[in-house]
């Protein structure tokens, strides 16, 4: 055996109703439950080739090659399809975004979910897609998600959770149950100062609203999934900013605070809008950037509004799109 090879497509996501906090012990599974739509508009796209003359894993991410945290995630992810193929083989990892990498626009969920596809097809191993979204999740929570297209979900893992249990993303409608547009309002392209695991990991150690966040996230996860199985936008987008705030109070009391300026005046903008009688909302993700909601019919309004904010670097226009897809794949 020589080389395998696969390159596969994955995009990012929003969470509608948001993951933050994990349970106890290793695994890497979700405290909360939550819901998001995968984007189109921004991808990720990544070849592995598993190759027996390669003396270790090589990792190159945007251009460069990578040391530490970034390329140990990676590796994790190779060695457990690995283990599972039974094949000792290294390989080169080749990953490109096309969008700001590590700053709150998911780059881990695309990342992941095109990684884990690419390696396990690369090794040669036929896993169904909900298997290929239990390894993703082991990396990135979000990345589950990203499997699949349209609106998904990934459930929260039971207290006592072992790292044996499966637990994948599931879709739960197809990217057409609802007319939304998202507006990725990007105000920075630095990354972020704290990764989402050390921010979970933070906020429930030290925030005093962690409990108050672990007993409303599934509550309005409930409540959310219900409108949007119901094509209810605007009970959608309303529990979509109720729990990215809800999210974001529980960090900020733990000192984490993910928003600058622009993130303030682009959420000004969005309510103001709302009480002039739009049906627009917003959300953040752990980083500064702020995903507005909207009909696609009300988009020239809401973009007007927007570009008056100083400190926006950039928007980009994305709408409910497809789960993580093979290029190529060659044995
Ligand atoms: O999947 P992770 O480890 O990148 O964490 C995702 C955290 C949020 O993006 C803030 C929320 C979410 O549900 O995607």
Request: aromatic letters at 4%; hydrophobic letters at 45%; one cysteine or more.
């Amino acid at each position: 055996m020589t080389a395998g090879v696969a390159v596969a497509v994955a995009h990012p996501n929003v969470a509608l109703s948001k993951y933050w906090g994990k349970r106890d012990g290793p695994g890497n599974y979700p405290a909360v439950p939550s819901l998001s739509v995968t984007l189109s508009g921004l991808s990720t796209r990544t070849s592995v080739r598993f190759d027996n003359s390669l003396p270790e894993d090589v990792v190159i991410l945007n251009g460069e090659p990578t040391v530490g945290r970034v390329r140990e995630r990676v590796t994790s992810l190779l060695d457990r399809v690995r283990a599972a193929a039974g094949d000792s083989r290294r390989a080169e990892v080749v990953s490109q975004n096309d969008f700001p990498t590590a700053s709150g626009l998911a780059s881990s969920a695309s990342g992941f979910a095109a990684l884990a596809l690419a390696a396990v097809r690369a090794i040669g191993l036929d896993w169904a897609e909900s298997r290929v979204s239990d390894l993703a999740r082991r990396s990135s929570g979000s990345a589950a998600r990203s499997v699949f297209g349209g609106y998904v979900v990934l459930d929260a893992a039971p207290v006592g959770v072992t790292e044996d249990c499966v637990l994948p993303a599931v879709s739960v409608a197809p990217a057409d149950i609802l007319p939304l547009t998202v507006l990725v309002c990007m105000t920075t392209e630095l990354p972020k100062a704290t990764g989402s695991t050390a921010g979970m990991v933070e906020t429930l150690r030290r925030s005093p609203y962690a409990s108050a966040w672990l007993e409303e996230a599934p509550r309005i996860h409930a409540r959310l999934r219900a409108a949007l199985l119901a094509g209810d936008f605007a009970t959608v987008g309303e529990l979509a900013e109720a729990s990215s705030l809800a999210m974001h109070a529980s960090a900020i009391a733990a000192g984490l605070v993910y928003w600058n300026g622009a993130t303030l005046d682009l959420l000004g903008v969005v309510r103001r809008l709302r009480e002039s009688g739009l049906e627009v909302f917003a959300s953040v993700d752990a980083g500064p950037h702020v995903k507005v909601l909207l009909r696609e019919t009300d988009q020239d309004v809401v973009r007007a509004a927007i570009d008056s904010v100083s400190g926006l670097k950039r928007v980009v226009r994305a709408r409910p799109g497809p789960g993580a897809a093979l290029e190529s794949v060659e044995g």
